[in-house]
């Protein structure tokens, strides 16, 4: 198993601004993943955080919008940037370990609200 | 590409009662399924998951699952719903070979005194 951490657990961001989320794994893990959350809804994979290398991304988020940093093995970020308050959402991060057949292990989530 | 269907965005339960959440799920082949537990201002929680084997599952806090390829179902039962039990209740699938993770809209437990 996993345990995850997320920094911060919540903010309140204007609008235009960036914010960088930290999630940290108490071990290594062979994938990481972020998700988002909307009000009421499902959970949406934005990117898959690959170490050493650029994240991949989902249909529908890119790059500029969502930056994606893993230097390590048990460390990722996220940065929302140029915020507006269509990405008032919890952001999830999660992680695959290599003997966990595909279960991912969740964070507590960034709740974000923009205003 | 698999998806997930939970048919009831909301179900209210008497404390006490047991529980089904219905879950089903498309896949081409025989899939990974687990359900998730979503406390308020929580992360998500594994409660069960399938790989293969035994097509009923035990999982934490008295929750069990059933798989039936027949059905294309996962559906989560517990025999006696707790006041603690109110959450948000997530089913998913991922695909083997690959670590695609689809997520359900979600159901609602509410638990009645």
């Known amino acids: 198993s996993a345990v995850i951490s997320q920094k911060p657990s919540r903010d309140i961001c204007q609008r235009g601004t960036s914010l960088t989320i930290q999630c940290q794994v108490d071990s290594q893990v062979t994938m990481m993943f972020w998700y988002r959350q909307q009000p009421g809804q499902s959970l949406t994979l934005i990117a898959t955080a690959n170490q050493g290398s650029e994240a991949t991304y989902e249909s529908g988020f890119v790059i500029d919008k969502f930056p994606i940093s893993r230097p390590n093995l048990t460390f990722s970020t996220l940065t929302v940037s140029n915020m507006s308050p269509e990405d008032s959402s919890i952001y999830l991060c999660?992680?695959?370990?290599?003997?966990?057949?595909?279960?991912?292990?969740f964070g507590p989530g960034t709740r974000l609200t923009v205003l | 590409a698999q998806s997930v269907t939970q048919p009831d965005i909301h179900i209210t339960v008497s404390e006490g009662a047991s529980l089904e959440l219905r879950c089903n799920y498309s896949y081409g082949a025989t899939p990974y399924l687990f359900w998730y537990v979503q406390s308020p201002g929580q992360g998500l929680q594994l409660l069960l998951k399938?790989?293969?084997?035994?097509?009923l599952v035990q999982g934490i806090k008295g929750f069990e699952a059933e798989f039936k390829r027949s059905q294309s179902s996962f559906n989560l039962r517990k025999p006696s719903v707790h006041w603690s039990d109110a959450a948000e209740y997530f089913c998913?699938?991922?695909?083997?070979?690959?670590?695609?993770?689809?997520f359900g809209a979600g159901t609602r437990l509410t638990v009645k005194p």
């Open positions: 999660s992680a695959l370990t290599g003997s966990s057949y595909n279960e991912q292990f």
């Open positions: 399938y790989f293969s084997g035994d097509t």
């Open positions: 998913a699938v991922g695909a083997r070979g690959n670590n695609d993770m689809r």
